[in-house]
């Protein structure tokens, strides 16, 4: 089995900042790229911030700028920097990762979801 499990989520003030984190965990032999997406009331999932293995990043415009991923490969645990909140940040941040699982000898591609870590921000 393979999980992601968020943390670092938490009710701020606007111009604050936050830094989220996800771990992998479980049969992994590789991740290739990893990133964040959010979902706010009402709205679809919208794509925040992704990373490739290579260390190649892409974010939204909304959150150019203020926003930084990062990887830590010996931890399998990807992190996402947010600086200088607003309101419309507000949202559940769920983790991505796609990666290979080793299971019993063999290698499976999967995509992987963690449960979601809510971020408030207060105006």
């Known amino acids: 089995q393979v999980q992601l499990v968020e943390s670092g989520g938490g009710l701020v003030q606007r111009g604050g900042s936050l830094r989220l984190s996800c771990a992998a965990s479980g049969d992994i032999f590789s991740i290739n790229a990893m990133g964040w997406y959010r979902q706010a009331p009402g709205k679809q999932r919208e794509l925040v911030a992704g990373?490739?293995?290579?260390?190649?990043?892409n974010y939204a415009d909304s959150v150019k700028g203020r926003f930084t991923i990062s990887r830590e490969d010996a931890k399998n645990t990807v992190y996402l920097q947010m600086n200088n909140l607003k309101p419309e940040d507000t949202a559940v941040y769920y983790c991505n990762a796609d990666l290979v699982a080793a299971m019993n000898g063999d290698y499976y591609g999967m995509d992987v979801w963690g449960k979601g870590t809510l971020v408030t921000v207060s105006s």
């Open positions: 990373i490739t293995s290579g260390g190649s990043t």
